[in-house]
């Protein structure tokens, strides 16, 4: 068949045919995929048929996964340095010549290619292979020469072990990115949910930062902005009185239930662009689609930009949540903010109405569950080469404010059997809390000092005061209660062996929120006929669906999380492809949606 630039295109169906008939023309046909290595489709050829292009892609990637370390360094050193010598004498595959090309690496100034140069030189010393990186970036469409000088900076200052993860990473980005091309394949939602983030994500408080925090004039341009897209894809709109932003896709049976979407669109201070956001994008890209087509559904489907989840701006989360589902604290509209407005007032002066944050609240009897696609924020996918993940349990919280009280004396003259050192003992507690948090890894235990300070502290003076967060959580709350019950038995035995004294103060208690079986096993069922294995993990983050649980059934599908899963900061990523995956999955769980018997 031929594309739209009238090439000839290959098709999935050919490819098994190959696979299953002809492997040396399954191979031929997929050699420009990975730089001179034709064992990955050697190995590939034997895990057909592909169900779709995902199922091949993750045979593909699945075979270099499992390869040997040896094997994995000689398909990395398989490739050419970014500008590089071979560059210049024109020696590249025809696919990396195009690929340099579109990041415009063959337009470089004089000081750009130097800088390219210093780069390589520095990172095949370090590493001893050279660096690659995916230059069409997250949606295809090519990354800027100062985009790629800053991720080779920035990369250099890797560990060895998690560099070579990450050049296996941007091999398998590559390879999918022209795997694309061979079988003529856009992805359509996904695309469209990255070019909506990036849209939403130049609105912010701050220059050259994304920040977006509650009933801000930026806060309010987005839901706005998110109202106009819900309108074109052909849904009924409104802002209700906490700022939600809510489009329902009508069935045409006017009695049928509700089945809810959503997430947040409000963001941490400097944050990234797909936290929350990703969880709105992807069910009006759908939306879309089914209107474009005229395809309805036999229930009506909300999709609710939740305005606040954060808690940045009055120190009080899941604002939007909790309106939806009747608990909303109208005590918290005394609250203010770090200028002296009250949330009444900035609520008042975006023309909501306080009087009507009662009526947000959901009859739960109206609806059939709620589901929620949200950016992974963390590691694991991108670990485990999957582009999409089903969600257990949101974990539950414990969270302390520790104080520990010694003696504050000279560091030269107090001798160590007789000191009483807080900050020793603060480190005492900091190792237990990794040791203990180590166990029941089956639910997701984890621990964190994430603040730790000496109050008044000088080089030459033992510590006498020591101060210190504590943040236990796990996805079962049996496993998080007796992780925090020996954590304090420790902190109080490590204070009495060391005649320090300890004050505790417990700042937050959340039950974990398991997700519906049932829910999951549709999530699951809709996952494989996408072609990804389907993989459970626990969210050890908070999310709107831990709210919405206590109305309604929930589930959640994980998207995974580039850059090593950082998120909550403006490297936080993922691609159009991961999108898509995420996008069609949830399309093909509202398709054959069967509600709870």
């Known amino acids: 068949m031929a594309g739209p630039s009238g090439k000839f295109m290959t098709t999935l169906q050919q490819l098994n045919e190959q696979a299953a008939h002809d492997v040396p023309a399954f191979v031929a046909t997929l050699h420009g995929i990975y730089e001179h290595s034709p064992w990955i489709p050697e190995r590939a050829a034997r895990l057909a048929p592909f169900v779709n292009l995902t199922a091949l892609k993750q045979a593909l990637q699945g075979v270099v996964s499992g390869a040997d370390v040896t ?23 025809a696919e990396s010549t195009g690929e340099q090309a579109k990041a415009g690496l063959n337009l470089c100034s004089p000081e750009e290619f130097a800088t390219l140069q210093k780069l390589n030189s520095d990172y095949n010393a370090k590493f001893g292979f050279p660096f690659i990186l995916a230059v069409k970036g997250a949606t295809g469409k090519g990354l800027t020469r100062q985009q790629i000088i800053a991720t080779f900076t920035r990369r250099l200052r890797n560990q060895p072990q998690d560099e070579l993860r990450e050049a296996m990473r941007q091999i398998g980005r590559i390879a999918e990115m022209r795997l694309n091309d061979l079988l003529g394949h856009s992805p ?74 959503g997430s ?72 203010k903010d770090r200028d002296g407005i009250s949330m009444g007032e900035v609520i008042t002066a975006a023309g909501h109405d306080i009087a009507a944050i009662p009526a947000i609240a959901r009859n739960p009897a109206d ?24 969600v257990t349990s949101i974990a539950g919280s414990s969270r302390y404010l520790v104080e520990l009280k010694g003696v504050a004396s000279h560091a030269g003259t107090t001798p160590m059997n007789m000191r009483k050192d807080a900050a020793a003992a603060a480190a005492e507690i900091i ?7 180590s166990q029941d890894q089956h639910a997701a235990l984890v621990g964190t000092i994430g603040q730790l300070q000496v109050p008044h502290g000088s080089t030459n003076v033992i510590p006498g005061a020591c101060m210190l967060s504590l943040d236990i959580r796990a996805a079962e709350d049996s496993v998080r209660l007796a992780a925090v019950a020996d954590i304090l038995k420790k902190i109080e035995e490590i204070g009495q062996r060391r005649s320090i004294d300890v004050k505790r103060e417990e700042t937050v208690s959340a039950a974990a929120a398991p997700c519906a079986p049932w829910l999951m096993q549709q999530l699951a069922a809709a996952t494989e ?24 059934d929930v589930a959640m599908l994980f998207t995974r999380c580039g850059n090593g899963g950082i998120s909550h900061n403006p490297l936080e990523t993922m691609t159009a492809d991961d999108a898509e995956v995420s996008a069609q999955i949830l399309l093909d769980f509202l398709r054959n949606f069967q509600p709870k018997s």
């Not at 897209?229 to 069935?251: F, K, T």
């Not at 059939?368 to 089903?390: A, C």
């Not at 006929?529 to 309604?552: C, Q, W």
């Open 71 to 93: 094997d994995q360094l000689r398909l990395i050193r398989a490739h050419p340095e970014l500008a590089g010598k071979a560059a210049i004498a024109g020696e590249l595959t």
């Open 188 to 261: 359509l939602l996904g695309a469209a949910v990255m070019e909506w983030a990036e849209q939403i994500g130049s609105l912010s408080e701050d220059e050259g930062a994304l920040t977006c925090t509650y009933m801000t004039e930026t806060h309010r341009r987005t839901a706005e902005q998110l109202a106009q897209w819900m309108r074109e894809a052909g849904m009924q709109v409104h802002i209700d009185a906490v700022g939600n932003v809510v489009g329902r896709y009508l069935s045409s049976n006017p009695q049928a239930k509700t089945l809810l979407t």
């Open 264 to 335: 947040h669109y409000d963001t941490v201070r400097n944050g990234g662009k797909y936290d929350g956001r990703e969880g709105i994008l992807v069910p009006i890209a759908i939306v879309r689609h089914l209107h474009e087509r005229g395809e309805t559904l036999p229930f009506h489907f909300e999709v609710i930009g939740f305005s606040e989840e954060e808690g940045v701006r009055f120190k009080s989360t899941f604002l939007g949540s909790n309106a939806v589902t009747g608990h909303f604290d109208l005590n918290l509209l005394a609250l």
């Open 367 to 390: 609806l059939l569950g709620y589901v929620e696609v949200h950016i992974e924020q963390g590691p694991v996918l991108l670990n485990r080469d999957l582009p999409v993940g089903i």
């Open 431 to 437: 190792l237990y809390v990794e040791q203990r948090c």
């Open 529 to 552: 006929r996408a072609g990804v294995k389907p993989f459970e993990l626990a969210s050890g983050a908070g999310h709107d669906a831990m709210a919405i649980a206590r109305m309604t």
